[in-house]
């Protein structure tokens, strides 16, 4: 269906598009007595199994190393043969025969759990919540770069609101289902965020125990059906179930859509939001409640642990503010999280690997495409036939250039043909025999056997992240995966960027 977005326009004279949400429609909010997923493991009480048999002085060392980096950290089981040496690079002693339970030792206090938590996580969440201290969270629900938008806009929204967020794992949902969840913190460097954007940050598992079988009730905002007129039931997401909660929404009032009745903008701004987060807009509009799917309570939305549905469609001021420099959710949060140290040293490691220099050797300078297709077929509806869609290789080819000549005026660097990498969702090997023969290197994650030889998550993790290391960068418009490189290059690297339009025939014509 042709849809009409008339009421701006970008710069280039073309209409304003929101970025594809190219989420499967989302799944009406069923009653959740779904089949249980399995737990994420708990590390770090493992790694504290492990620390009981390291000497006291190291034990220290170790403490403030499982705080900063646990979660990233291979861990031996517990009660099991002797670790393998290799299993921590630590004084652990290999030697010693079998862990018990009876092992575990408490790692001192301020050490062991971030300021904002009482402790340790806890079986039912609400008791590791400070009495002193205001949370946000929302959750997830479609492509992973969409989700990480998602949580940067809620954390912008703690900001304003003056709470701690608190960001959940991101789920699976355009890599397949039966990939399992990854922890933010897997991903993201949750301490460097911290001590570098001076804004508090909590994941889930520091708060609430990922092991708990306690199912917590929670009161919190439904968004979605203020802001769109097609789903009569708040955003589907299975991070509540990940999370053991169960969820009693309020429907949120229609003023939290920017463009009442515009069924083309589902933006909702930040400060319409956060009037919900104080007691003279919030008191007036409570009572249009759903009972929660498994105890059937009526709960207002909570004002400790303050939550919304779905924060996709937040923004300052418009909803594709992402390519906008102003946009606060990337000044005041995007910017500052940066991928963790294991993250970047396997990315460096792959650039090297498909240049054919050494793996663990400087990375030369280089030029990273984001193309996207794949479901971006469905916004085709502008083009006269299938293959005018997209943009063909020598357009792309021409913005590479233009990458280059900016590189090489502004840096005197010139980077080859040879050192341009592209990453892309296509599947056609005949199109990327055509790459090849433009002189560009693919990331190609199958023959390198990544999934293989670390989880279903990390091709995409490692494009984004190789992307985000280049000098110059040329994206797909309106791919919020290539938004975000986009943004990351401009501001980590001070790069050159630029993204290719598409949509019809001679769309990135210029
Ligand atoms: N590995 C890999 N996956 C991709 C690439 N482009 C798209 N994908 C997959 O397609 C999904 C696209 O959803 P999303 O991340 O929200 O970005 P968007 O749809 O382009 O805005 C990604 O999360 C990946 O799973 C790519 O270049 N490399
Ligand atoms: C490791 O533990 C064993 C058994 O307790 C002990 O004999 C050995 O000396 C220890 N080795 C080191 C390096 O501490
Ligand atoms: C808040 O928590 C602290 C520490 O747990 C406690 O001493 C204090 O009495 C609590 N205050 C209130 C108002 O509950
Ligand atoms: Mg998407």
């Not at 009409?4 to 009653?31: I, N």
Request: with cysteine; net charge negative.
């Amino acid at each position: 269906m042709k849809e009409q977005y008339g009421h701006s326009r970008t710069q280039s004279g073309l209409p304003l598009l929101p970025y594809a949400d190219t989420t499967p429609p989302s799944t009406p909010f069923v009653p959740s007595f779904r089949t249980r997923t399995p737990p994420i493991p708990h590390r770090r009480k493992s790694l504290l199994v492990l620390c009981a048999f390291v000497s006291v002085v190291s034990l220290g060392v170790l403490a403030s190393f499982a705080v900063h980096s646990s979660r990233s950290i291979p861990v031996a089981p517990v009660a099991q043969a002797p670790p393998a040496q290799d299993v921590l690079d630590s004084p652990v002693n290999a030697s010693f025969p079998y862990l018990h339970d009876d092992d575990i030792v408490a790692l001192p206090d301020t050490a062991e759990y971030p300021p904002w938590v009482n402790g340790p996580p806890t079986q039912r969440f609400r008791d590791n919540l400070r009495n002193d201290t205001q949370y946000i969270t929302s959750w997830l629900s479609a492509g992973w770069n969409n989700d990480v938008m998602t949580y940067m806009n809620l954390i912008y929204l703690g900001i304003i609101t003056d709470r701690v967020p608190v960001v959940a794992m991101f789920t699976p949902s355009h890599i397949g289902g039966d990939a399992g969840v990854i922890t933010f913190g897997e991903v993201f460097d949750v301490q460097r965020f911290r001590d570098e954007s001076g804004t508090p940050l909590l994941e889930w598992l520091e708060v609430k125990d990922p092991e708990s079988e306690e199912v917590d009730e929670l009161g919190c905002w439904n968004i979605w059906e203020a802001v769109q007129y097609y789903e009569h039931f708040p955003r589907g997401s299975s991070i509540p179930d990940w999370l053991k909660l169960d969820i009693s929404y309020t429907r949120a009032p229609d003023w939290v859509k920017q463009i009442p009745g515009y069924e083309h903008d589902k933006c909702s701004t930040f400060w319409s939001l956060a009037r919900l987060a104080y007691p003279e807009d919030r008191e007036p509009n409570l009572g249009n409640i759903l009972p929660s799917p498994q105890h059937g309570v009526f709960l207002d939305p909570d004002e400790h642990m303050l939550c919304y549905d779905y924060l996709y469609y937040a923004c300052a001021g418009h909803m594709s503010e992402y390519d906008s420099s102003y946009a606060p959710e990337w000044r005041y949060v995007g910017k500052y999280m940066h991928w963790t140290e294991e993250i970047q040293t396997i990315a460096a490691q792959y650039v090297n690997r498909v240049f054919g220099l050494p793996e663990d050797g400087p990375v030369p300078p280089y030029i990273s495409i984001h193309v996207r297709h794949g479901d971006f077929s469905t916004w085709c509806w502008d083009a006269e036939t299938p293959e005018d869609c997209f943009a063909p290789l020598p357009v792309i080819a021409r913005r590479v250039r233009e990458v280059q000549d900016e590189i090489l005026q502004r840096k005197g660097i010139y980077i080859p043909m040879s050192r341009v990498i592209m990453t892309s969702d296509e599947k056609d090997e005949e199109w990327w025999k055509e790459v090849v023969a433009q002189g560009w290197v693919r990331m190609d994650h199958d023959a390198l056997q990544t999934e293989q030889r670390y989880t279903r998550w990390h091709p995409v993790i490692l494009d984004a992240a190789i992307q985000s290391a280049g000098l110059g960068f040329v994206g797909t418009d309106r791919s919020t995966f290539s938004v975000l490189s986009r943004r990351r290059v401009l501001d980590w690297n001070d790069g050159a960027v630029r993204m290719v339009l598409w949509g019809r025939k001679g769309a990135d014509d210029h």
